[in-house]
């Protein structure tokens, strides 16, 4: 692989924070919330009963996990699941056990994982295909998080065939970005675009951006930049289209000013980070949280790399010192000690600390 005149010191920097474990998961599951509650809510009544008044707790449940209110969402899963079961509605209780499960194997509280999966995997028996899909969905979550990457793969592979045969195209695009998330090498490329294939009919342009993005860091992963680029400006395009969120265009303005930077297109790279600078700015001024903070820190890293490769080393040392006390404020030292430890090793190239 070539790398563009000028920008070896960006591609030292840059290929410290290619797609790890974290990322991926991130990714993978984002909008998960989402794709949950669009197959149950289908077929179900919202009229003045109590079914209905059941549903529309999953849906505040589900709009708390795809906030990763993950407490929350928790709370609501464990008391919806009591009153599912009460009224005799054993198939929302499942759904709502299952997803306490996933919940339990994404903070890593393995036995209560298991627990909650005994009850999904109890009351979905001789249920629809959107209860048994739903918890097919939290089994091949769980698999992945105790390392069994190879039985979550079969798991997510079946869930993609039942779901596209049951036409819940919905779970099918995440199952298949699932796929991509525990498979490696050209079967995690394979994947992501059958994810962003089944995506295309829904007519979703918010989804299809995100997928679009994914897509992206796995390319940037294996290096291929130029690649990476394209679909982070076509994620861009799709996200702008589907009026998605200040912070999901913060991120892709980042993602796209940093591939771009990684290809030596550096005065686009710039606009692109200035505009995420900006909109973090915004953000964190508006909500001064650990999450705005690190967005902060993230785009005035890059602009520090920027500086750097175009010879402005004073400015690039004041960005990246000023990155890493917001990446500090954003708790990075103990949630992400890796990502603190390479802006660390950039300092002490760039001869500061």
């Known amino acids: 692989m070539s790398v563009p005149r000028g920008t070896s010191a960006a591609v030292r920097g840059g290929r410290g924070a290619a797609l790890g474990k974290g990322r991926r998961l991130a990714a993978a599951l984002l909008g998960l919330g989402l794709a949950l509650g669009c197959v149950s809510s289908e077929a179900q009544p919202e009229g003045a009963t109590p079914r209905g008044s059941l549903d529309r707790q999953l849906t505040r449940a589900d709009d708390a996990f795809d906030g990763r209110a993950y407490q929350q969402a928790l709370d609501m899963y464990s008391a919806l699941y009591l009153a599912a079961l009460s009224g005799g509605y054993e198939d929302l209780a499942a759904e709502a056990a299952a997803r306490a499960s996933t919940i339990n194997a994404l903070q890593d509280a393995v036995e209560e994982s298991d627990r909650w999966m005994s009850f999904a995997e109890r009351y979905a028996e001789d249920k629809g295909i959107g209860t048994r899909s739903r918890v097919m969905l939290a089994r091949g979550i769980r698999q992945w998080k105790l390392g069994e990457s190879g039985a979550a793969l079969v798991t997510f592979e079946a869930l993609v065939e039942v779901c596209e045969d049951a036409g819940l195209e919905v779970r099918a695009m995440q199952s298949a970005s699932l796929c991509a998330l525990v498979t490696e090498g050209d079967a995690q490329l394979t994947w992501s675009l059958k994810a962003i294939d089944i995506c295309q009919g829904l007519e979703q342009p918010r989804w299809e951006g995100s997928l679009w993005s994914n897509h992206g860091w796995l390319l940037e992963a294996r290096g291929d930049f130029k690649d990476a680029s394209r679909c982070f400006e076509r994620a861009r395009a799709l996200l702008t289209e589907g009026a998605a969120s200040p912070m999901d265009l913060l991120q892709v303005d980042w993602a796209l000013g940093r591939s771009l930077r990684l290809t030596g297109r550096l005065a686009e790279s710039r606009a692109f980070l200035e505009q995420a600078d900006l909109g973090a700015r915004d953000l964190y001024a508006a909500n001064p949280s650990a999450r705005q903070a690190e967005w902060l820190g993230r785009a005035w890293w890059e602009l520090g790399e920027l500086e750097w490769i175009e010879g402005r080393e004073e400015e690039a040392r004041a960005l990246l010192q000023s990155a ?27 001869g500061s600390r």
């Open 324 to 350: 890493r006390r917001k990446l500090l404020e954003a708790g990075v030292a103990d949630a992400a000690p890796d990502l603190l430890g390479r802006l660390d090793q950039r300092l002490t190239e760039l």
